[in-house]
């Protein structure tokens, strides 16, 4: 019982990763500081402007100097005169590092000039395809890809990239046959495998469609995402059971191709952010030693970074350092005394240790500053059954099942709660409740059988 919510200990950190890889600053950057002119206008695409270096006073030191730097061997290549390879090079690189440091107008503006120089080279217009997914322009995005592609046709990555815009354009069929040429290189290619999945399945071929999504959730379960296009797939051939069991277990785990530019872009800035980004990495293939090297250096550039201490708590926790982990979160806490991640990994050592009032008190916390926090809440009402309040513990699960109705262990702990107070008609209830969302759990189908045996034979409350 006391290692329940260990795992959720490491699902919860992983969110809070995610989420932070996603906080990054998004101020415009149209203030131009023209310390760079632009190339000789046979060269570059005139149909863009100039690139000019934005106002970096939002960066941090390391990374504005990062910039400078690439902006100061641009206005050497042009100051030489160099080669449009050369060139092109130097207009690419700024286009990486204003991409990474969201200065989109320049960062666009680069790569295009970039591609116009050096036309053999793929990776201006993919990286220019990735830019516009970032801001959600999918048919530029697919036009950048096409050229990418063009330029390297049996690349793996653009492959997939460009199919994902097909699709997102409804030109399933186009995105049929990248897919199809994505397998020919790799046939064990989960995120391909999706793709031609939900490409097949626009054009109204279900039973394929269920082929390509369950080969590609065994290749990569961790792509819980697939769950959603598969239930639409089974509930398209008429199996409802099958849809409804995919449909709870949907997420928002995505098929991964692996992507040596865009590996080499997220790791590009000396930043807290970038730091964090590498030891995501180094988590995700099990090298928590690694992963907390990353998290410690990101705290060397900002040190009260509370997402990164968080991050460093738990690649400790992964290690075995316990007290460590717990020095680290507490720490966070000081930075940011209502970081509910913080209060719930707390909450859930104190009661792997036994400590089960210290562990309310800490749920109890993340709750009062995150509501529907489901874990935190899940916590704390199995603390209050261990310490004996029972009753405290209902209104707890009441309110998880409310948030998330799929919770089948919130429907279940709160029945077996009220069958120990002997409150049965109200267990009855609940699970009669519980069976409109979870018709035919072993477990729901079960207690609910007991407890009209119970009511049967006129048991009386205590």
């Known amino acids: 019982m006391r290692n ?33 002119q632009a190339a000789p206008a046979n060269t570059v695409d005139q149909t863009v402007q100039p690139v000019s270096m934005p106002d970096l006073s939002r960066l941090s030191e390391p990374v504005a100097k990062q910039v400078r730097e690439r902006f100061a061997t641009l206005d050497q290549a042009i100051t030489r005169k160099v080669p449009p390879e050369e ?17 989109p107008v320049p960062a666009e503006a680069s790569f295009r000039h970039a591609q116009a120089l050096s036309r053999t080279d793929p990776r201006w217009p993919y990286y ?44 399933t069929e186009d995105a049929e046959r990248v897919f199809t040429q994505a397998l020919a290189l790799q046939p064990r290619l989960a995120a391909a495998l999706a793709g031609l999945g939900r490409a097949v399945l626009a054009r109204g071929n279900a039973t394929r469609a269920v082929e390509y999504l369950e080969r590609a959730l065994t290749i990569e379960p961790e792509a819980t995402s697939l769950h959603y296009p598969l ?8 199996e409802l059971t099958k849809a409804d069991a995919h449909l709870k277990q949907r997420g928002r785990g995505e098929p ?5 530019l865009m590996q080499e872009y997220s790791g590009l800035l000396e930043s807290a952010l970038a730091y964090q980004n590498r030891g995501v990495e180094a988590m995700q ?73 210290e562990a309310v008190a800490r749920f109890g916390a993340a709750v009062k500053y995150e509501p529907d926090y489901v874990e935190a809440r899940m916590g704390l009402a199995h603390c209050l059954q261990l310490v004996g309040r029972l009753d405290a513990s209902l209104p707890h699960y009441r309110h998880v099942v409310k948030v998330d109705p799929r919770r089948v262990d919130a429907w279940i702990d709160a029945a077996n709660v009220l069958m120990a107070l002997g409150r049965y008609q109200e267990a009855r209830d609940w699970l009669v409740a519980a069976r409109t969302t979870h018709a035919d759990q072993p477990e729901i189908v079960s207690l609910q059988e007991n407890v009209e045996a119970i009511l049967r034979r006129g048991v009386k409350v205590p």
């Not at 036009?143 to 653009?158: G, H, M, Q, V």
């Open 231 to 238: 239930a639409m797939a089974y509930r398209s051939l008429g």
């Open 128 to 171: 220019l395809g990735q830019f516009y997914l970032g801001r959600g322009e999918r048919a530029k995005a697919s036009e950048a890809f096409e050229r990418a592609l063009k330029l390297r046709p049996n690349d793996l990555p653009t492959l997939v990239r460009l199919g994902e815009t097909y699709l997102d354009g409804s030109r």
């Open 285 to 357: 293939s099990g090298d928590f030693a690694g992963a907390a090297v990353h998290f410690r250096r990101g705290l060397e550039i900002e040190p009260k970074n509370a997402a990164l201490g968080h991050s460093l708590a738990t690649a400790l926790y992964q290690l075995g350092q316990t007290d460590a982990a717990v020095r680290q979160f507490e720490e966070v806490l000081r930075w940011s005394p209502k970081h509910t991640r913080a209060l719930f990994s707390l909450g859930v050592i104190l009661e792997s240790q036994g400590r089960d009032e």
């Open 87 to 103: 060139l092109g090079r130097a207009y690419g690189d700024v286009g990486v590092i204003l991409m990474a440091t969201e200065y």
């Open 256 to 260: 991964t191709v692996v992507d040596p």
């Open 4 to 36: 329940r919510h260990l795992v959720g200990l490491t699902a919860l950190s992983w969110m809070t990763l995610v989420l932070a890889s996603g906080c990054r600053p998004s101020k415009d950057d149209r203030v131009p500081r023209p310390e760079v």
